[in-house]
């Protein structure tokens, strides 16, 4: 790959390397997903597998090596106390999103790498390894296509727009984490049909139109959200917090909350759903 200066590329000119490099850590996931891995507990209780260090170890390098002035903040370096001076562009890595679904073996676990620039996520890629799906998205246009199973090529992508809603809308939530907040804030907005999936495929789902309504009231991390959150957005959805703003990216030294953690978010393909909740009670 050829040196690029990033300050002279639009965020959907470093889409073919996100790609690139999501494909290389889907590969590496794969491999280890196909063995008898073990598992460990981090620090703050959170499993990791060989496949996480592996997909970042692949990742991080192609990144640094196509776009050497932006910083790459990785979820396993980050937990080892490796964490780069940012700026107002950096890139977000989650080499394997969905450990609990991994280790499940369910199959909804991704690959998630996405860009920052000002504190918003430009753009974006999410990689389902075990599903053959990879999703992508920036500059306003969004886009999925099939991978295949050795994660070496990918099909023709197809365009996806999230849709408006006319009826009661399809929610969607973690296999992993429900809490009664997210049962009242499903009850708030009307939802009928409501779907589980794993990692950031919920995100991608409201970007593809198979659900409408994403809340989140459980901890995330900005690696975990960054990708799909870009796909989202680029697809003409909406990640706001609790008041109604942006979730906003590139958060460090916030009282009472860990560098980069986000607090609770909504996301959703019909920004008309949010005017159904008074934000500022719910926050």
């Known amino acids: ?11 959907e000119k470093l889409l073919p390397t996100l790609v690139e490099a999501a494909l290389a850590g889907g590969r590496e996931v794969l491999a280890v997903y196909a063995t008898d891995f073990d598992v460990e507990l981090k620090g703050d209780n959170s499993p990791v597998s060989e496949a996480d260090r592996r997909a970042e170890s692949v990742i991080e390098p192609l990144l640094r090596a196509a776009f050497p002035d932006i910083p790459v903040v990785a979820e396993e370096a980050v937990s080892e106390g490796r964490v780069p001076e940012i700026g107002s562009r950096f890139f977000l890595v989650d080499p394997l999103d ?17 860009l920052i620039e000002d504190g918003r996520p430009v753009a974006g890629v999410v990689l389902a390894p075990a599903l053959g799906r990879i999703y992508a998205g920036a500059g306003g246009e969004a886009w999925t296509a099939g991978v295949d199973p050795d994660c070496t090529a990918m099909d023709a992508p197809t365009p996806l727009r999230a849709r408006s809603v006319s009826g009661a809308p399809v929610a969607v939530a973690s296999r992993s984490h429900s809490t ?16 589980s999936i794993g990692s950031s495929l919920k995100f991608c789902m409201v970007a593809e139109s198979e659900a409408d309504f994403y809340p989140r009231f459980g901890p995330t ?9 870009a796909v989202l957005r680029a697809a003409g959805g909406r990640v706001v917090t609790l008041d109604g703003r942006p979730l906003a990216y590139g958060k460090l030294k916030v009282e009472g909350m860990r560098d980069f953690e986000n607090p609770f978010f909504l996301a959703t393909g019909d920004a008309g759903l949010l005017d159904r909740l008074d934000l500022d009670q719910a926050a």
């Open 180 to 195: 009664p907040e997210t049962e009242i804030m499903l009850d708030k907005v009307g939802a009928g049909e409501r779907r």
């Open 221 to 229: 991390m900005e690696w975990d959200t960054a990708a799909g959150d």
């Open 98 to 114: 969905g450990t609990k679904e991994f280790i499940k073996r369910n199959g909804e676990f991704t690959v998630n790498i996405g």
């Open 1 to 11: 790959m050829m040196d690029h200066s990033a300050a002279s590329l639009a965020p």
